[in-house]
Structure formats: structure tokens, C-alpha cells
């Protein structure tokens, strides 16, 4: 594994703006769910948002900043994250009915939970959360989505604290969501989000929640260790589709390999590195070109630093 050489000498110079905990040289592969990558130079786990907010307003320039929450569509390349990677723990681990149909979410709830508290208060819109993996933060900036719904659908204002420590509040006209993105920049950390949903009666939403456990469990391979859905699906054809149709079904590079329940999905058989699972990426996106002159897009974000994958 690749250590940052001077991140000790960082970690001491930030020490002096944070109450948070602060690591240097931390192995980011075991939050990571396809279980790669490599260090964060600098990991800041704030104490609660003042903190995150002093911490960035004092920070010196020029020091990249990256934003993590479950790590669930995320490639983490194997020489790691330069800068401060920052992960919002516990103090953002909140969730409140603020009105009939409001609930204010800070940004390190996990998706099934938000969905669970909206079954215990009657609130419906929320079900397609409870089988998507990873938290609050990361779906705002994904605009996660699933049978039908997609997080924008929900969404009544998001507040964020961007990365020189300013609080930016917006209401869902200002931000751009199309399908899995959103103009939302990566300078930009969503610390929580009031989602808005309608009345229903508790049967029905534990009917909807059933009916996509189930969907998931048979469709999709969520023992393994994946980033989910690799690309995008296009206007026209599925990504899956477009994979069968090139024969990348059977690909394998490495211990990276196309998933046999699914084919937009890339495991890890247990010893793949990121790169691995970048070159296969990249294999699919060429031969899924060639055959059908459509270019796929990765949905997974990639971050970091590793080997050039060339092909
Ligand atoms: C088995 C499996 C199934 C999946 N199924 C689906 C699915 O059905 N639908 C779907 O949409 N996705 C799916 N995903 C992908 C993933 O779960 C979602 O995109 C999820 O919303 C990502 O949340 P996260 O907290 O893990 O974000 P991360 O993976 O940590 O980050 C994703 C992006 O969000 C940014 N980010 C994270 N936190 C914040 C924050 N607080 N503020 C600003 N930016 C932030 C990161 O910088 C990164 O760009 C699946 C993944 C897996 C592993």
C-alpha cells in the first residue's frame, strides 16, 4: 500500500482548526464496498457542523478536499485520496419530523433508515430508499433513485457548507437533477436535507418496502462487494443490455468480474484492486463502442490516484 510521506506534517498543521478527529494515512478499503482503494492522506471526521465549518474557513489553501459517505458508488483508485478526505459521522446522524410531512435528515443517515422513520410516522415516497445502499448526503449529490422514484421527488431544501466554510441553503428549484446527477459541485458538502413526503397508511408502505426487497434480492448481487449499478442506462437500451449485447457478459480481469446476476454490475471476487475494476470498466465501455456505437457513462464516481489504465 502507498503512504502520503508528509501527511503527518499536515495532520499537525490542521490539528490547530479542529475539534473533530483527524488521521493521517487512513486505509479508506474497508469502508469502501467493493473493499479497494488505497489511504487518505488526511481523514477529518468533524465533530459537528460549527466544527466543519471553522475547520474549512481555516484551512490552507490549495489543499483538495473530498467528500465520502457510504462509499457505495464509489472507486477508490489503490494509491489513494490526496488532501483531507472528510467523512460525516455520528453529529450528522439525525433524523426529526419537523412538520406533518417534513423531516429534517442530517447528511450521514443511511438511506433504509430515513425510510424506516418515514414508515413509523405514516409518510409515503420514501420506500425506494430502503434497499439503496450508502447515505443522505451522497443520494442528494447522486439524486439516488429507484422503481420509479428518484430522491428529487422528495426533496424540499438541502443546506450545504462549502469547502471554505460558508453555508449555502437551497431549495430543490436551484439545483439541476437529471437522472443519477446533479449540478450540485464538488465543493459543495450537503451537512442535511428536509425531504417532504404524503400521508399513507402503514400496510401499504410496508406492502411497497416488501415488493422491492424482494425485487432486489432476486435481480441484483447485494452480498458482494460492488459499487452497484457501473453505468449509466441510456435514453434507448439498458446498460445491461448494451454489456450482453457486446458479450462483456463473461469478462474478467484480475479479480474484478462481471456479475452473472447482473451485468452492469462489477464484483470483487476478494483480491481485485481498483485498478482491476477500472480496466474492466473501460474493456466494456470500448467493446460496448465498437459494437454498438454507444458510449457508456460510469454511474460509479472514481477518486484518487493509481496506475494509468490504458487499453
Ligand atoms: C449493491 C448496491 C446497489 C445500489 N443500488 C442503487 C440504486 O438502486 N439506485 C441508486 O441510485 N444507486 C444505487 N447504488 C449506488 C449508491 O448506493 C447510491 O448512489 C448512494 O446514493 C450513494 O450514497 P453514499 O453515501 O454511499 O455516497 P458515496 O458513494 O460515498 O459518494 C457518492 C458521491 O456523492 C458525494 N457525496 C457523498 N456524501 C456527500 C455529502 N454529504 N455532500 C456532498 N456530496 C457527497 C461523493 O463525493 C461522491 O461524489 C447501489 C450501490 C450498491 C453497492
Not at 189 to 205: P, Q, R
Request: with cysteine.
Amino acid at each position: 500500500m502507498k503512504f502520503w510521506t508528509e501527511a503527518d506534517k499536515l495532520r499537525d498543521k490542521l490539528n490547530l482548526h479542529a475539534r473533530g478527529e483527524l488521521y493521517s494515512n487512513y486505509s479508506l478499503m474497508p469502508i469502501s464496498w467493493f473493499r479497494v482503494g488505497g489511504c487518505a492522506e488526511i481523514l477529518f471526521v468533524p465533530k459537528d457542523e460549527e466544527d466543519l465549518k471553522y475547520f474549512l474557513s481555516r484551512k490552507p489553501e490549495g489543499i483538495p478536499i473530498t467528500i465520502i459517505g457510504g462509499a457505495s458508488n464509489l472507486l477508490i483508485r489503490d494509491y489513494g485520496i490526496p488532501g483531507i478526505v472528510i467523512i460525516l459521522g455520528k453529529a450528522f446522524n439525525y433524523i426529526n419530523l419537523i412538520e406533518d410531512k417534513r423531516i429534517n435528515i442530517g447528511a450521514s443517515v443511511p438511506n433504509k433508515k430515513i425510510s424506516n422513520f418515514a414508515l413509523k410516522n405514516n409518510l409515503q415516497g420514501f420506500s425506494f430508499l430502503n434497499t439503496i445502499p450508502g447515505t443522505l448526503g451522497g443520494s442528494i449529490k447522486m439524486n439516488a433513485g429507484a422503481y420509479g422514484s428518484e430522491i428529487k421527488d422528495i426533496l424540499y431544501s438541502t443546506k450545504f457548507i462549502d469547502t471554505s466554510g460558508n453555508i449555502k441553503k437551497k431549495s430543490i428549484a436551484d439545483i439541476k437533477y437529471k437522472y443519477r446527477t446533479t449540478d450540485i459541485s464538488d465543493k459543495m458538502i450537503c451537512v442535511s436535507s428536509i425531504l417532504e413526503g404524503g400521508f399513507a397508511g402503514k400496510d401499504d408502505i410496508k406492502q411497497e418496502i416488501e415488493k422491492f426487497k424482494f425485487l432486489r434480492n432476486t435481480t441484483q448481487p447485494i452480498k458482494e462487494r460492488t459499487g452497484g449499478s457501473t453505468f449509466k442506462n441510456t435514453e434507448n437500451k439498458k446498460a445491461w443490455e448494451l454489456i450482453r449485447d457486446a458479450e462483456c457478459d463473461k469478462l474478467a480481469i484480475g479479480g474484478a468480474m462481471i456479475s452473472q446476476r447482473h451485468s452492469n454490475f462489477i464484483i470483487n471476487k476478494g483480491n481485485a484492486s481498483a485498478y482491476d475494476i477500472e480496466l474492466l470498466g473501460e474493456t466494456i465501455i470500448e467493446r460496448v463502442k465498437k459494437k454498438t456505437g454507444i458510449k457508456l457513462e460510469w454511474e460509479i464516481k472514481r477518486m484518487g490516484l493509481g496506475p494509468e489504465v490504458t487499453l
